[in-house]
């Protein structure tokens, strides 16, 4: 499942108020005088409603979204703090959002005096186009999921629960590891996967896979890591590979539209987009090509002056 990368004790940790550093606290919890007066409009509203107010008010822009549990807010930090500007009490916050009814129409408020809006359809659909592009590139979820929220943050995107991210950051996972085998899949002949599936399995001339050996980048500038990097070369010559250049090219207007251009040593250029039609199968080798195209750099010596 996709809730599954975190634990349960963090998936409440997301949900709620993390600790607060005080470069974050100075830069969101401070008022300005137009803040001030959107909380307190001089009417209507007692201590505990305009200190509530106030925390989901800098909340926002500080997280990204604004916590069910209003009254958890750091007391000894951001709380204190806009209670002091506020002139009230830190204590009142206790006996605020007792109505969930009450919260609501608050983050209504906040959203849109500060800009922002919940996601609907549309802001999903760039939501996943924009965690796609990101998934063919990366594919930890825990660094997808962090993307993910600041991506949401930069567009002014309330974030939607954890549950909620991880699901889609998921799919866009599953949706990239397609998107790899269409963009691939044409260069794979049967002589090509049993090459690549070989790289698997555990060689035992060197104690590990061959995947795993081409993947680890030399630890020093040294002939003899010199010599090993042309090793490698030599071996993945001997694949084939030399055959075969793999050129990724963004659109500049919008990156979810990333498409990949495929040529070959005989000249012939294939490029292969999101709207590519994609086979039923999906075999490994194309995901292990992909891991090969994108190691490091082999080590060059450098110059040695005069």
């Given at each position: 499942m996709a809730t599954q990368v975190f634990a349960e004790e963090e998936l409440e940790r997301l949900r709620g108020f993390p600790e607060i550093g005080r470069?974050?606290?100075f830069r969101f919890f401070t008022l300005a005088p137009a803040d001030v007066a959107f909380v307190d409009p001089g009417r209507g509203r007692g201590p505990a409603d305009r200190l509530g107010l106030s925390v989901a008010l800098c909340t926002l822009l500080w997280l990204g979204f604004v916590p069910d549990d209003v009254v958890a807010a750091p007391p000894a930090a951001g709380v204190a703090r806009l209670a002091d500007q506020l002139g009230v009490d830190p204590g009142v916050l206790r006996a605020y959002g007792r109505r969930a009814k009450t919260r609501t129409e608050h983050l209504r408020l906040v959203a849109q005096y500060r800009g922002w809006r919940l996601p609907t359809s549309l802001e999903f659909k760039e939501f996943d186009e924009f965690l796609l592009a990101r998934a063919l590139e990366h594919d930890s979820p825990t660094l997808l999921f962090r993307l993910?929220?600041?991506?949401?943050?930069?567009?002014?995107?309330?974030?939607?629960?954890p549950v909620t991210v991880l699901e889609r950051v998921a799919r866009a996972r599953a949706e990239a590891q397609r998107e790899t085998y269409d963009r691939l899949a044409h260069e794979f002949t049967e002589r090509r996967c049993s090459g690549l599936d070989g790289l698997l399995v555990v060689d035992p001339e060197i104690g590990m896979t061959r995947l795993r050996w081409l993947t680890t980048g030399p630890v020093e500038a040294s002939p003899a890591g010199v010599k090993a990097e042309?090793?490698?070369?030599?071996?993945?010559?001997?694949?084939?590979?030399?055959?075969?250049?793999?050129?990724a090219e963004t659109e500049a207007r919008n990156p979810a539209t990333s498409a990949i251009t495929v040529s070959?040593?005989?000249?012939?250029?294939?490029?292969f987009g999101r709207q590519a039609q994609r086979p039923r199968p999906r075999p490994r080798s194309p995901v292990t090509a992909h891991s090969l195209y994108r190691r490091p750099q082999p080590l060059r010596a450098a110059p040695v002056a005069a």
């Open positions: 470069d974050e606290l993910a929220c600041e991506y949401l943050i930069s567009v002014r995107v309330i974030r939607p629960g042309v090793g490698k070369l030599e071996f993945l010559g001997g694949l084939g590979a030399d055959a075969l250049v793999v050129l070959s040593t005989d000249g012939t250029r294939r490029k």
